[in-house]
């Protein structure tokens, strides 16, 4: 199981762009890359999935270099409603057992 | 979460009663899991489930049980509670398929005294 490395926190205001990078340098070649969303008191929200270079959606776009023993999670002009703690897992391909770290509280302030 | 609820939402008991979390989906997903979340210890995997009467344990499943008598319910039972079983309990579904976007319940927290 690829053990994955995120800051612990991050801090960013209002309009700006917060990418988010998480460290993974045992990745297997059938492995993904999933990021979710916390807010306190609920459960985790999934944001987004990739495979290898880039994936876009409504949300979030995340990039994943051609080693892939990292991606990038990136928020494009945060709000305050973005506050939250975010998780990067990697899930073994056919193996469907999330482990989840600690992940990253994200403050984005006034 | 829309497909999948979590019962009941608040409960306080005492030390040495046995509990039961249901969480129960309307997905018709293969895959069912529950975790506990501490601060300090994030979201720890209890037991998870592959399908009806199919579970193994997670990496804190010590003093818990759980079954799925069928697809859409994945029961959590604490024997005897213990204070250290204190939490916040999520329930989670996957339809596996190369498919690896959870889907949360919006957790039971436990408090035993």
């Known amino acids: 199981l690829a053990k994955t490395t995120q800051p612990i926190s991050m801090d960013s205001y209002e309009g700006q762009e917060v990418n988010i990078t998480c460290s993974h340098n045992n990745i297997a070649t059938n492995d993904y890359i999933t990021w979710y969303q916390q807010f306190p008191s609920q459960g985790p929200r999934f944001i987004i999935q990739g495979y290898k270079t880039k994936v876009t959606n409504e949300v979030a776009s995340l990039f994943i270099p051609a080693d892939r023993k990292s991606s990038t999670l990136s928020l494009p002009r945060v709000s305050l409603s973005d506050t939250a703690v975010y998780y990067c897992?990697?899930?073994?391909?056919?193996?469907?057992?999330?482990?989840f770290g600690r992940g990253t509280s994200l403050i984005v302030h006034p | 979460d829309a497909g999948i609820t979590q019962s009941p939402r608040h409960k306080v008991t005492e030390t040495g009663t046995p509990v039961t979390l249901r969480c129960h989906q309307t997905?018709?997903?293969?895959?069912m899991y529950w975790y506990r979340q501490d601060p300090g210890h994030g979201l720890r995997l209890i037991h998870y489930?592959?399908?009806?009467?199919?579970?193994d344990k997670g990496e804190v499943s010590d003093g818990y049980s759980v079954s799925r008598s069928k697809t859409e319910d994945f029961l959590l039972t604490l024997e005897s509670a213990t204070s250290s079983q204190t939490s916040v309990y999520f329930c989670?579904?996957?339809?596996?398929?190369?498919?690896?976007?959870?889907?949360f319940g919006s957790g039971t927290r436990l408090t035993v005294v």
């Open positions: 897992l990697v899930a073994s391909g056919g193996s469907y057992i999330p482990t």
């Open positions: 989670a579904i996957s339809p596996g398929q190369d498919n690896y976007g959870y889907t």
């Open positions: 489930s592959y399908g009806v009467k199919d579970t």
């Open positions: 997905e018709n997903h293969r895959y």
